[in-house]
C-alpha cells in the first residue's frame, strides 16, 4: 500500500503542515520559475523558443484553470499536448509535452489527417492560396464564419513555418 507523502512543518506556512511537493513548489518560485494559474492571467500567454510553443490562457468557462496547448519539435514532426492545470510553470509544461504530447508529422502536407494539431498548418497553406490566386483571406474566413473572430495571419504563418508546413508538393 502507498503511503501519503511525509507532512513536515514550515515556519513560512506559519507552522502549518506542508507537503514535500509545496516545499518543491515554493522552492521553484525562489528559483524564479513563476508559477502560471488563472488568476495570474489576464489574457495570453505565449512563450516560443526553438523547440517549444507554448500556449496558456484563463479558462473561457468560469473555471480557475488554466488551459494550456503546446507543441515540442522531435524528430519528424512535433509533439503536441492540450491540457487543463490548476497551476503550472514554463518547466512543468515542456516537460508534459515531451512526456504526454501526441506525435505527429511535420512538415505538414496537404490531406494530412487531421490530429488536433494541423490548425495552423492548414490556414497558413489557406493564406498562401489566397494570396497567390488574389483573394481575400480575411473575407472568405468570414464568409465560412461569420461569428469568429479574424485570425492574425502574420501570426498563423509564423506558427505553421516554426512546426514546419510543405508549401509547394
Known sequence: MRSSPPLRLSREAGWAPVSAQQQHIKLEERRGLHPITAPHLNGVLTHRTDRYDLCFWPCPYGQNEVVFYGFAKCEGGVKHLVHRYIRTDL??????????????????????????????CALALFVRFCRERGFS???????????EERPTWDDVVTAADWQGVAYFL
Open 91 to 120: 518547466n512543468l509544461a515542456m516537460l508534459d509535452v515531451d512526456t504526454y504530447g501526441h506525435f505527429s508529422p511535420r512538415p505538414y502536407q496537404l490531406a494530412q489527417a487531421c490530429d488536433g494539431s494541423i490548425t495552423n
Open 137 to 147: 483571406p480575411d473575407e472568405l474566413h468570414h464568409a465560412a464564419y461569420p461569428k
